[in-house]
C-alpha cells in the first residue's frame, strides 16, 4: 500500500477519554516523537534512554518556562512498538485542561493531530497487523460483554487472518498449475487443471461455509442483539427491565401507562449483549404524549431480533394481548406469562399450543423461574456458543460479503469446469476470489477502503 507524505509526520493525540480521571494520556508516534518529547520535558534525556522505559518529570512549557503539569513519560523505540515507529507517551494528571494544554505543546512543536484510527493505521501501514486485526482493536475497545472481548482478542491474535491465508494459498497453489498449463499446452493437461481448481474452488467454499455460519453470532457480539420488551400497560416490562439490569431504571407502580417512551439499556446474558428497550405499553390512547410513546414502541418493535412479550397470565386475554400476539407472530420471540402467583387464567401449555412459541411462566415480582428466560434465549440464538472453543468469528458486514462474493466467484468457477468453458476464462473468477479474500485481511484492499475502515476509529487509537 502506497504512503503519501503526511503518512510520515510525526502524530500526536489524546488516547483517554476526555474528562476529569486519574490519568490521562497523551500519545505521539513517528520519526520525530522522542525529539519534540524531549523539547517539553524537563527530567531525563529521552534520546538517552533506553527503549520501553517510563521516566519521571515535568512537562514545561519552553517558551516561559512554567511548568504545566507533573508526569511518566514512557518512550518506546521502533520497531518493536504498536505503530513500529517511535512511540512516545506521556501520562499526566486527568483533566481537560492539563491535557490539552499538553497536546497543543507537542502541536505547536512539530507533531500534527492524528487523524481518527490512524495509530492503528499506521501498524497496519506498517505491516504489524492486518486489516481483520484492526477491526479487533476497535472490537476490543467496544465489546460489552466478556465472551465479545474474548473473540475479539482471538481476532487480534490472528485467529481470521490466518484461516484467509490458508483459503488464499491453497486457491494460489492451484493457480500455478493453471499457469503451467497455460505456459505449456503441448502437455494437454487441461481435464486434470480444470479438475483441480473445481476441486479447490469446492474445498474452499466449505471453509468459507463455515465462517459465514459465525457471521450472525459475530454480529450480535459486536452490536449486540436488540430486544424489545413489549405488552400492554401494567404488565410488568419496567419489572422486568430493572430485574434484568438490577437497577431501577424505569418507573413502576401500580398505575398503568408509566411508562411513556422507550428506555435502553445492555446486559450480558450468558457473555451475549442484549440491547434491551422496555417499550411504551401498546395499546389504544387519546393521549398525545401517549400516542408518541405507542408510535416509537411500534418502530422498536420493527427493528428488534428478539421480542418478550409479556402476558398478564392472572387475567382471560384481551382484545390488545391478541393484537399483540398477532403482530409479533413473525419475530423470534419469548412469551412471559407473568403474575401467574395472583393465580393463573392462561397457562403455559395453553399458550404454547396456541402460538407455537416458546413460553415461561413468571412472577418477576417474586423473581419466579427467571433464570429460564436466559436458557430461552440462549436456544433462540446461539445454540451453545458461549461454550464453544471456537473463537474465530465474522465479527462484521465487511468480512461476511466480502466472503459471500469470493463465494461466489468460486461457485463461478465450479460451473464454468462443468460446462467445459477453457480453463484459462475459468481462471478469471478463480484470481479474482484470491483477490476478493485478500481484501478481507488487507493485502489487495484498495486505499479508499482501508482510509474509509480507520475513519470510524476513535481519536488516539
Known sequence: MAQTLTEFDTIAA???????????????????????????????????VPTHTIHYGHIIDPDTGKTIDEAMVTVLCAPKTFTREDIVEINCHGGIVVTNHILQLLLSHGARMADPGEFTKRAFVNGRIDLTQAESVMDIVRAKTDKARQVAVGQLAGGLLHKIKAMRQEILNTLANVEVNIDYPEYDADTVTAKQMADTANSVIKKIDHLLKTAQEGKILRNGLATAIVGRPNVGKSSLLNYLTQ?????????????????????????????????????????????????????????????????????????????????????????????????????????????????ISTSILKEQNLDQLEELI????????????????????????LLSKAKKELQDVVKAVDDGVPVDIAQIDFTGAWDTLGEITGESAPDELVTQLFSQFCLGK
Not at 14 to 30: A, D, F, H, L, N
Not at 378 to 401: H, P, Y
Open 247 to 359: 437497577s431501577d431504571k424505569a418507573i413502576v407502580t401500580d398505575v398503568a401507562g408509566t411508562t411513556r417512551d422507550t428506555l435502553e439499556e445492555y446486559v450480558s446474558v450468558k457473555g451475549v449483549p442484549l440491547e434491551l428497550i422496555d417499550t411504551a405499553g401498546i395499546h389504544h390512547t387519546d393521549d398525545k404524549v401517549e400516542k408518541i410513546g405507542v408510535e416509537r414502541s411500534k418502530k422498536a418493535l420493527e427493528r428488534a431480533d428478539l421480542v418478550l412479550l409479556l402476558i398478564d397470565a392472572s387475567q382471560d386475554l384481551t382484545t390488545e394481548d391478541r393484537a399483540l400476539l398477532e403482530e409479533t407472530k413473525s419475530k423470534k420471540r419469548i412469551i412471559i406469562l407473568n403474575k401467574s402467583d395472583l393465580g393463573q387464567k392462561i397457562t403455559a401449555e395453553h399458550m404454547k399450543k396456541l402460538t407455537g412459541s416458546d413460553v
Open 14 to 48: 489524546i488516547s483517554t477519554p476526555i474528562g476529569e480521571g486519574g490519568i490521562s494520556i497523551v500519545r505521539m508516534s513517528g520519526e520525530d516523537a522522542v525529539k519534540i518529547a524531549n523539547e517539553v520535558f524537563k527530567g531525563a534525556d529521552l534520546s538517552k
Open 378 to 401: 440462549n436456544k433462540l440464538f446461539f445454540a451453545g456458543i458461549e461454550n464453544s472453543n471456537d473463537q474465530i468469528m465474522v465479527t462484521n458486514q465487511r468480512q461476511a460479503s
